[in-house]
């Protein structure tokens, strides 16, 4: 005989209307999506998002693909990433331009935490050099 938790349906459906409320309130405010999901896509990759760290928006994008425009068919392509955040531009960069140098920096320590994580990605990915060194 298995005993069954009668209450269990009706809690996990508050739970669900807890977290879309909280949602919503957070919409509201105008705090990103992505710092709710703890996610965001940028430039088609998947990249993780720190509490308290700047959330790359759909228009940065256009800055990224531009610079990947500008440093295409140089001989050696730097990119230069000042107040990187997750390292959106430098990820999404480097995913498109082999042999691309990106040194990048932020003075939030939480901040480069998630920029190795992006950066080691691509770096598996395609040969890239890149050095990161956070501004204290």
Do not use: K, M, N
């Not at 807890?18 to 940028?42: E, I, K, M, Q, T």
């Not at 140089?74 to 990433?81: A, F, H, I, K, S």
């Amino acid at each position: 005989r298995v005993s069954r938790d009668a209450g269990a349906p009706l809690r996990a459906v508050l739970w669900s209307l807890l977290c879309y409320a909280r949602g919503v309130r957070d919409r509201r405010a105008r705090r990103p999506l992505g710092r709710g999901l703890g996610r965001v896509v940028f430039a088609g990759l998947r990249l993780g998002v720190a509490p308290g760290v700047f959330v790359p928006r759909r228009r940065t994008e256009l800055i990224a693909r531009e610079a990947v425009r500008l440093l295409s068919g140089r001989p050696e392509p730097v990119l230069v990433e000042l107040c990187c955040g997750v390292g959106a531009i430098a990820a999404s960069a480097l995913a498109t331009l082999p042999g691309l140098e990106v040194p990048a920096s932020d003075l939030d320590p939480a901040a480069v935490a998630p920029s190795l994580i992006h950066i080691s990605r691509c770096r598996r990915a395609i040969p890239c050099r890149s050095r990161w060194s956070p501004v204290h």
